[in-house]
């Protein structure tokens, strides 16, 4: 059975440093979500992809994150520089319509 | 904006009592409906969905149905499981992407 995949499934980072982390989608699943999960809420929509194309970015805090989906295909979450408040889950998902597919996630601590 | 309430935890039941965890959804339109399971430290699972009124999703002894008139999609299971002890969150979607709740965390003791 086809899954999204992440990578790293943990991270720990020290504050001020540089994180990233990747996803691959379901194949030909075109559009694809970042969303971050504080611990005990519900995940929150960081960025929405479809194709190679931003479609939604509206939520994420540009000063520090930046996301990217090059052809189309896997993408990459980037933190620069990492702070205390960035300790969460992040998840990825993909979507041929309106049902959407999550990947295990990577669990960041920053210290 | 569109939003999704759901009922607060945590849940504490017994094996084979019955659940209800409500749900109730503010949209401009006519959103599909969801409901997602999160076992520790795993990524969400689609449990259940209903893309119209008066559908009725059901997965695994789940049901949901979309009550349009009350806007709501609680969901229920008739008997439950210890295996049922994760945290299940109520999603809409219109035309983009996932909208969640909070969760709700259950937890089934035998």
């Known amino acids: 059975e086809a899954e999204v995949a992440q990578s790293p499934r943990y991270k720990i980072t020290e504050k001020s440093q540089a994180v990233a982390f990747w996803c691959d989608p379901i194949?030909?699943?075109?559009?694809l979500y970042w969303y971050r999960q504080i611990l005990g809420q519900g995940p929150e929509l960081l960025v929405q992809f479809q194709d190679e194309s931003v479609v939604d970015d509206s939520q994420l805090p540009k000063d520090r994150f930046s996301a990217e989906r090059l052809k189309g295909v896997d993408s990459t979450l980037k933190i620069q520089p990492a702070e205390l408040g960035d300790s969460a889950m992040y998840l990825c998902a993909s979507s041929p319509d309106t049902e959407a597919f999550f990947g295990q996630g990577t669990r960041l601590t920053v210290v | 904006g569109d939003s999704v309430t759901q009922m607060e935890g945590p849940v504490t039941l017994s094996e084979e009592a019955f659940l209800t965890i409500n749900c109730t959804y503010t949209a401009t339109g006519y959103p599909s409906l969801f409901w997602y399971v999160q076992y520790p430290g795993e990524g969400l699972q689609l449990l259940l969905k209903a893309t119209k009124a008066d559908d009725k999703g059901s997965n695994k002894g789940f049901e949901a149905t979309y009550r349009k008139e009350t806007t709501s999609f609680h969901l229920e299971k008739g008997s439950v499981q210890v295996s049922d002890s994760a945290v299940y969150f109520c999603?809409?979607?219109?035309?983009?992407?996932?909208?969640f709740g909070k969760g709700t965390s259950l937890l089934v003791t035998p």
């Open positions: 999603a809409l979607s219109e035309e983009n992407a996932l909208n």
């Open positions: 194949s030909g699943h075109a559009t």
